[in-house]
């Protein structure tokens, strides 16, 4: 996991959760919340029923808003475990031997997550213009760092087009998102966006 992620999930931490339990009941309940949190909200959006929530990690919705005050607070929290997985992917795979590989790998896992929690992302995103918090920029900037390190990986492996742009790439990637996320088969429409993306950037480095 990278530095600014860390520090992101540790302000969450100051600043959501200021005086959590650290027992072991606690630290359980918190987890199979966050947990529950990232399948609801992937099932239903942003508006997911909170109890429900609750009710599906075995807590009662007291014991959800002891450790989250406000719906955003979870978001928060599920979005900044994903950033970070999706970081920490993307490091392990700066050492594949297949560089090509690799980036298509990253890619692919940042298209599904952008699919399965746009609403969340957008929320963060207003949020912080509205509260002036620097969250949203500070995980921005890691996904772009990953994956222009990716992409500068496979330009020197002469495995796609020299003239490739790392923002150019992954505003494609989520243009991709934007006009796969309403079909009624969107991960699929999304693999084969993306797909043609790949192909033009193999073919642009032969």
């Given at each position: 996991?990278?530095?600014?992620v860390v520090?992101a999930l540790?302000?969450?931490?100051?600043?959501?959760?200021?005086?959590?339990?650290?027992?072991?009941?606690?630290?359980?309940?918190?987890?199979?919340?966050?947990?529950?949190?990232?399948?609801?909200?992937?099932?239903?959006?942003?508006?997911?029923?909170?109890?429900?929530?609750?009710?599906?990690?075995?807590?009662?919705?007291?014991?959800?808003?002891?450790?989250?005050?406000?719906?955003?607070?979870?978001?928060?929290?599920?979005?900044?475990?994903?950033?970070?997985?999706?970081?920490?992917?993307?490091?392990?795979?700066?050492?594949?031997?297949?560089?090509?590989?690799?980036?298509?790998?990253?890619?692919?896992?940042?298209?599904?997550?952008?699919?399965?929690?746009?609403?969340?992302?957008?929320?963060?995103?207003?949020?912080?213009?509205?509260?002036?918090?620097?969250?949203?920029?500070?995980?921005?900037?890691?996904?772009?760092?990953?994956?222009?390190?990716?992409?500068?990986?496979?330009?020197?492996?002469?495995?796609?087009?020299?003239?490739?742009?790392?923002?150019?790439?992954?505003?494609?990637?989520?243009?991709?998102?934007?006009?796969?996320?309403?079909?009624?088969?969107?991960?699929?429409?999304?693999?084969?966006?993306?797909?043609?993306?790949?192909?033009?950037?193999?073919?642009?480095?032969?």
């Amino acid at each position: 996991m990278s530095k600014g992620v860390v520090i992101a999930l540790a302000r969450l931490e100051s600043q959501s959760h200021p005086a959590r339990p650290r027992r072991a009941d606690a630290r359980r309940n918190y987890e199979q919340l966050v947990e529950q949190a990232k399948v609801a909200f992937a099932e239903f959006g942003v508006d997911a029923s909170l109890d429900e929530i609750a009710r599906r990690a075995g807590v009662a919705s007291g014991t959800l808003y002891r450790h989250f005050p406000t719906r955003l607070d979870l978001i928060e929290t599920v979005l900044a475990e994903q950033i970070a997985e999706l970081v920490g992917l993307g490091r392990g795979l700066l050492t594949v031997e297949d560089a090509f590989d690799a980036l298509a790998t990253w890619l692919r896992a940042a298209l599904m997550h952008a699919l399965t929690y746009r609403g969340l992302a957008a929320t963060v995103m207003n949020s912080a213009l509205d509260r002036g918090n620097d969250l949203a920029s500070a995980w921005h900037a890691e996904l772009f760092e990953v994956g222009a390190a990716l992409l500068a990986r496979a330009r020197r492996s002469g495995v796609v087009a020299a003239d490739a742009n790392e923002a150019d790439v992954l505003k494609m990637v989520g243009a991709i998102a934007w006009a796969a996320q309403d079909a009624p088969d969107s991960s699929a429409q999304a693999d084969r966006l993306l797909a043609l993306l790949m192909n033009g950037l193999r073919h642009g480095g032969v």
